[in-house]
């Protein structure tokens, strides 16, 4: 199983990006997916997760500007992002949990919010 993370880059504060991660290989029973991040210096954190159901879940200091959402058909997950400030920079990895319960992780991705 691999997942492909992409869309990060440079962007000014204020502006917006748009992040994918495509699953491929045998893949069973995909339950969650999901982002994290993670800071220079600093530890991996939660971002959002979206179930097979749909059900969304934020962590609280971004909702109402990053949105998590998902092709089943594609094995993909997306995270718009919007209102970027300085402090979202970070390598954004994404995350997939099966019903089985076993985890993969992304590559990661670099998002840089700087003018």
């Known amino acids: 199983v691999q997942l492909q993370a992409s869309g990060g880059g440079l962007v000014q504060p204020g502006g917006s990006l748009r992040l994918s991660c495509a699953a491929s290989g045998s893949i069973f029973n995909i339950n969650n997916m999901g982002w994290y991040r993670q800071a220079p210096g600093k530890q991996r954190g939660f971002v959002a997760t979206i179930t097979s159901g749909g059900y969304t879940n934020y962590a609280d200091s971004l909702k109402g500007r990053f949105t998590i959402s998902r092709d089943s058909a594609k094995n993909t997950v997306y995270l718009q992002m919007n209102s970027l400030k300085p402090e979202d920079t970070a390598v954004y990895y994404c995350?997939?949990?099966?019903?089985?319960?076993?985890?993969?992780w992304g590559q990661g991705t670099l998002v840089t919010v700087s003018s």
């Open positions: 995350k997939l949990t099966t019903t089985l319960g076993r985890t993969y």
